[in-house]
């Protein structure tokens, strides 16, 4: 990942490199993000999609990140459209705390019997306002330690069945993770990504966004804004910025093109791979 320049998708930013990105010469497809292991059975699963990666072809691992109500999902909705593979973080964490999960069970000794609605679920909204208030940054490191390497599994799992019906013929293809806090657990993930796209829009059409959408309070709204990381963080992990301000038809087309050289490099890195 180029880490002197990124392209910016949109007129809200302009870019730090005038060349678009497939062109830069500072882009190397070799500097890849690492990160630390998190656990034996999230390595056993991706040793697994690298014996598959050997044996069906070469695939695109995306990582597809942003603030909350930037537009991620519309984002990823499109490129699942265009025939990518998703792994759908938000939906993963959703899975691992369903009622009677061991995940949810350590919830409820870290932080007590009030993380539980009346149906035995995670109480989202007092975990939001208990959280991700400001301040609480001790009790959401505790949650996330207690849900990321969970996640992290499940990924690799999704990862690999997606390998498996998307790659069946050999055909090299682009797995995109969505990451909605990628910037924050980027030296710790325990994956690899070729590029990092991060989804962007004002932090004012934002808290709308949640206000009218997902009917948050205007506290409730900014604390959550407040609690992640930055829009200038997430820029400086991400190669590709896309802006969701823009309308919809318009980002719809870049988000097009990205796909389109995206599909081009993999097909050019499998050739390349049975070359070798």
Known sequence: MCVGCHVVFGSRT??????????????????????????TAVQDCIQTIK????????????????????????????????????????????????????????????????SLNAEGELNRSWMASTVFAPGRDAERRRLESIIHPMVYEEA????ASLRRKLGYD???????????????VSQSIPFSFEHVISVEAPVDER????????HMSQREAENRVRSQSS?????????????SSQG????FDYVGRIYKRLMAEDAERATQGVAD
């Open 14 to 39: 302009q870019p730090r490199c005038r060349q678009r990105w497939w062109d830069c010469g500072h882009l190397h497809m070799d500097m890849k993000m690492s990160g630390k292991k998190s656990g």
């Open 51 to 114: 014996g598959q990666s050997e044996t069906k072809g070469i695939s695109m691992r995306i990582a597809l990140t942003g603030g909350i109500a930037a537009g991620k999902s519309t984002v990823s909705s499109r490129l699942e459209e265009l025939g990518a593979g998703i792994v759908d973080y938000d939906m993963l964490s959703r899975q691992v705390v369903r009622p009677g999960s061991p995940a949810l069970q350590h919830i409820v000794v870290a932080f007590g019997p009030k």
């Open 156 to 159: 690799a799992k999704k990862e």
């Open 170 to 184: 050999g055909e090299p293809c682009i797995i995109v993770h969505e990451i909605p806090l990628f910037a924050e």
């Open 207 to 214: 808290v709308s966004r949640m206000l009218n959408s997902r």
């Open 231 to 243: 829009s200038f963080d997430r820029e400086q992990v991400a190669d590709i910025i896309i802006d």
């Open 248 to 251: 919809l038809e318009q980002m």
